[in-house]
């Protein structure tokens, strides 16, 4: 169900340039994750006065296995100290929390803090943050199909609605538009965009905007000038103009 304590706009974020901003600075890959967490954190503290009522940041793929063994434990440390050191202040914003994706391999005493704190903040009424770990959007349906085989339900019950209702998100929460940040600067006619299997089918009339911000250097000023750019309100949803 939508989330309807604030009016405004479901934002979703690939935090893309975390490596290359550190790699940048002279500073190892880490302490680019280390800025990305600081950035989230100044956005969550700021949204409370802008048009968005979820936020969901995809912050580890399952594809992000495949990285330096070294960088992946920094970045389940980096997430592990977030969720136990900053949940306070997201309680007092009443700000209410998921994890979305294939939390079975979400490394153990992430996922225990994890179910803590979704826990805890379930009844929150303000923002909703959703943070996708472990996430591939293919994986996401793939895991909703082998829940549907495994409980022998009827092929007439499916339908979009049903499949909206199963998938990780809530249903009828949509994003309105998803950002990638660190996009490459590109000269010429065409320009690209990469979904890196965040929310496919979710994302199905999202607005999708690239920046070639990186995240750690992502604001708030930055981001209302993308809602005004993308627009959302202005969607037809396959409809026309008059």
Known sequence: MKNHAKEGYHIAAIMDGNGRWASAQGLPRLQGHTAGVATVKTLLRELRDAPVHTFTLFAFAIANWKRDKEEVEGIWQLLQHFLEHDTQELMDAQIRIRVIGDKSGIPGQVRKTIEAVEKRSQENEGLLLQIALNYDGVDEVARLLKRTLHAGVDPNRIDTEYVRAHLDTEAC??????????????????????????????????????????????????????????????????????
């Open 173 to 242: 929460n949509e994003p309105d538009i998803v950002i990638r940040t660190g996009m490459k600067e590109r000269k010429g006619k065409f320009s690209y965009w990469r979904s890196s299997a965040f929310l496919p089918l979710q994302s199905a009339q999202s607005v999708c905007v690239g920046s070639t911000t990186l995240w750690p250097d992502f604001s708030i000023k930055e981001l209302q000038e993308i809602i005004d750019f993308a627009d959302p309100d202005s969607r037809l949803f396959g409809g026309q103009r008059m």
